[in-house]
């Protein structure tokens, strides 16, 4: 039996109902299209969202980057031009600056860690005006080597104007050089021992 003869077997009411059902189904397939394009364009809108929402955090990740970056290249740049000695050091700031260092003190090396160490020399000042220290101390710590105050102890001289005592302690601070790796040194090891073969 056919589709036709069987709905032509069907009772008005039963037809009636599969009208209803069919205009159901058409209406839902019709409006399906629509939801689904909506759907997907949320669906795509979202995506968009997470991805400049990415490419933000990656934006703000790189600037945060690059000011490490910087501050590590200044702090290598500033250790990549050894200290002098500090005795000699000071005694030309201090010219500069036209006070005299009376009385210095150097004081053991300590180390910092694993990289650096600190060498650092005490002096004494008599009777030095307050802007000639200014000078001295700004001298000092704009130097451009990795130099700087560690301590300072500044005293008035009685009724005496603008005269002052002073004991300073100037720190210098050395970087030492990385060690090579393990792989590197044994591979220039070898290397080494190549070159004092004989030839064959």
Do not use: W
Request: no cysteine.
């Amino acid at each position: 039996m056919s589709l036709s003869e069987r709905l032509a077997r069907l009772e008005p009411r039963e037809r009636r109902l599969l009208g209803i059902l069919g205009g159901v189904l058409g209406f839902m397939a019709f409006l399906a299209v629509p939801i689904a394009i909506a759907a997907t364009v949320h669906s795509q809108a979202n995506e968009n969202d997470a991805l400049r929402e990415a490419i933000s955090s990656i934006d703000d990740a790189r600037a945060k980057v690059e000011k490490v970056q910087a501050a590590r290249d200044a702090v290598t740049a500033r250790y990549a031009q050894p200290a002098p000695p500090l005795a000699a050091f000071l005694s030309k700031i201090a010219g500069e600056a036209q006070v005299e260092i009376p009385e210095s003190q150097d004081r053991q090396a300590l180390p910092h860690g694993k990289r650096y160490t600190e060498r650092s020399t005490k002096i004494t000042l008599r009777k030095v005006g307050m802007l000639k220290l200014i000078h001295l101390m700004e001298g000092i710590e704009k130097s451009g080597h990795p130099v700087t105050l560690s301590s300072l102890n500044i005293r008035k001289r009685g009724s005496e104007p603008d005269s002052f005592d002073v004991d300073m302690v100037v720190s210098a601070f050395d970087r030492k050089a990385p060690e090579p790796k393990k792989a590197d040194a044994k591979a220039a090891a070898s290397g080494d021992a190549a070159a004092k073969e004989p030839a064959q």
